[in-house]
């Protein structure tokens, strides 16, 4: 299995824009979970998925932030209008019922100019 | 609300010797998970050891182990035989225990401490 997939890696936009970051959880796995992680404010939950319904969105900062997740296959965050503030690293993750423990994809660093 | 707490922001230990990092836990769940994650300067978010709650015995893993003291709500990681390759951030995480067996909800991250590791 190729694990979590994210992209992009990197991601350098401008103030103003929008800015969409992919995910792709682990085959089989009915949770996923969007994490941002700051020196601040360390890994806070964003929001998360269960068999493609969101369950908790509370740590969702604002309306410019929105998370969706069509299928079993692919969830995207978007942020639109970015700022500079919203600079980060951004985690994805996915897990299943009985798991324990998740796994994390390699992260979206986002730096908003 | 469960709080996890790492009062060690940073730490250092000579390679090949034996580090203690700490973490303590504020839950008033009776079953739940414990974890520590390991991210390298790649970034990478990688599970080291979790423990049961509910099993009295501290978990172990080749040259990890913890010290589970549940009326404590204190929850350790031991590092033996310390590596170059174990220079990380460290993370301690609380999950609830789901109504099915296995996880439930999120994880709850501490801060993180900072190891490193010197030749």
């Known amino acids: 299995d190729a694990g979590v997939i994210q992209s992009p890696r990197h991601e350098v936009t401008e103030m103003g824009q929008e800015v969409t970051l992919r995910c792709k959880p682990i085959?089989?796995?009915?949770?996923l979970f969007w994490y941002r992680q700051t020196m601040m404010r360390g890994l806070e939950l964003l929001i998360y998925f269960n068999n493609n319904v969101p369950i908790d969105d509370s740590g969702m900062p604002e309306d410019r932030f929105s998370a969706k997740m069509p299928n079993a296959s692919f969830s995207t965050l978007k942020i639109q209008p970015s700022e500079p503030r919203d600079s980060a690293v951004y985690f994805c993750?996915?897990?299943?019922?009985?798991?324990?423990?998740?796994?994390f994809g390699s992260g979206t660093r986002l730096t908003v100019v | 609300a469960q709080t996890v707490t790492q009062s060690q922001p940073e730490m250092s230990v000579q390679e090949a010797e034996t580090v203690t990092l700490s973490c303590t836990y504020d839950t008033s769940e009776s079953n739940y998970y414990l974890f520590w994650y390991k991210q390298p300067p790649s970034r990478q978010m990688i599970l080291v050891i979790r423990q049961e709650a509910y099993k009295q015995q501290n978990a172990t893993e080749n040259r990890f182990s913890v010290n589970f003291q549940k009326a404590a709500k204190s929850f350790s990681l031991k590092i033996s035989d310390s590596q170059l390759g174990d220079t990380a951030m460290y993370f301690c995480a609380f999950m609830k225990h789901g109504n099915y067996g296995g996880s439930q909800g999120n994880l709850i991250f501490g801060k993180g401490t900072k190891l490193s590791v010197k030749p």
């Open positions: 085959s089989g796995h009915d949770y």
């Open positions: 993750a996915s897990s299943w019922t009985g798991g324990l423990g998740y796994t």
